[in-house]
């Protein structure tokens, strides 16, 4: 039988079945055997076959191609990438500009990855409810960056309800994947558009000591909502380290310096120090945003150095 994975703890599994039963279920251990460089062969959103034994342990055998998913470096597995989630329609970038502060920088690789596997991405700046009139004029000037690149913003407030009703109608019948930092509001915003309300999210405080958010979040599951779509809650991340793209294909997946890339005296140009090259030119200009393009040198630089962050 099929069905589709709808939370992740470890090597476990629940899977919930064509037929509409959840089952716990193991992947067959021939998976890692079949060069899967993934921290997890078997990620929330894959379609999977499922293969039960007449002690009744289920096992998950085969998993239905991708269309899509996020994928970052794994933190401790330089080597080994860690997909975020699979099959999903849209992803919703949570961003909060303090208590805890999300930069360009972390925005921007998402951002990044979400081109390159082809997955749309609204960036929700969440908690509008705390900031002060500078808060909210650095908010305006992050939306007016993104907006004129050509991606949809949204201001939120689970408090005061903010952009909530857009958010309900952007998420109704799509699987939707939330991200960012531990402490953005991830989890009160699912508790705000899930179906089950016996199943709460638990809500977690920001450390004091580094205005950083507290993991409350410990494994990916897809939650199912009251339009009858799924909010895939994750974990939150610290970093956000590109993988699996050369140097070459970077420019590609930042749209602004791609459309202009083609102006550039040479084809194979990086945009780093090359005589007449357009996109520097559009820099210094200010047609491209430095911190977009400060952005787009730390990605290739974590790349020559082999680094994560």
């Not at 109608?169 to 699912?190: D, F, P, Q, R, W």
């Not at 939150?236 to 140097?247: L, Q, R, S, V, Y």
Request: contains cysteine; neutral net charge; hydrophobic residues 35%.
């Amino acid at each position: 039988m099929w069905g589709l994975v709808i939370r992740n703890t470890g090597n476990n599994y629940l899977v919930r079945t064509d037929e509409g039963t959840d089952m716990s279920c193991l992947a067959k251990g021939n998976f890692r055997l079949k060069g899967i460089r993934s921290t997890s062969p078997v990620v929330v959103g894959d379609r999977v076959k499922i293969d039960t034994n007449p002690d009744g342990t289920a096992y998950i055998t085969d998993i239905e191609d991708r269309k899509n998913y996020i994928v970052r470096r794994a933190s401790n597995l330089s080597k080994h990438s860690h997909i975020l989630a699979a099959n999903i329609d849209m992803a919703l970038l949570c961003v909060t500009v303090r208590l805890p502060e999300t930069t360009t920088v972390f925005i921007d690789r998402f951002l990044v990855t979400a081109e390159a596997y082809s997955v749309p991405v609204y960036l929700v700046f969440n908690k509008t409810d705390i900031y002060d009139n500078e808060d909210l004029e650095y908010v305006d000037g992050l939306i007016h960056l993104y907006s004129t690149i050509g991606y949809k913003c949204i201001k939120t407030s689970v408090i005061t309800g903010e952009g909530m009703d857009e958010v309900r109608e952007l998420v109704c019948g799509k699987n939707t994947l939330l991200a960012g930092h531990s402490g953005v509001g991830k989890s009160s915003m699912v508790n705000m558009l899930q179906r089950d309300t016996t199943t709460t999210r638990k809500v977690g405080k920001i450390s004091d000591y580094h205005s950083k958010g507290m993991h409350t979040t410990t494994f990916s599951e897809m939650i199912e909502l009251e339009n009858g779509g799924f909010v895939i809650d994750t974990p939150g991340i610290k970093g956000f380290g590109t993988i699996d793209m050369t140097t070459a294909e970077v420019s590609h997946y930042f749209p602004e310096i791609f459309r202009i890339s083609s102006k550039c005296k040479f084809y194979n140009c990086l945009h780093l120090n090359e005589p007449d090259c357009a996109v520097i030119k559009a820099v210094e200009n200010r047609y491209i945003s430095q911190s977009r393009y400060q952005s787009y040198l730390n990605i290739l630089e974590d790349m020559n150095e082999g680094k994560y962050r």
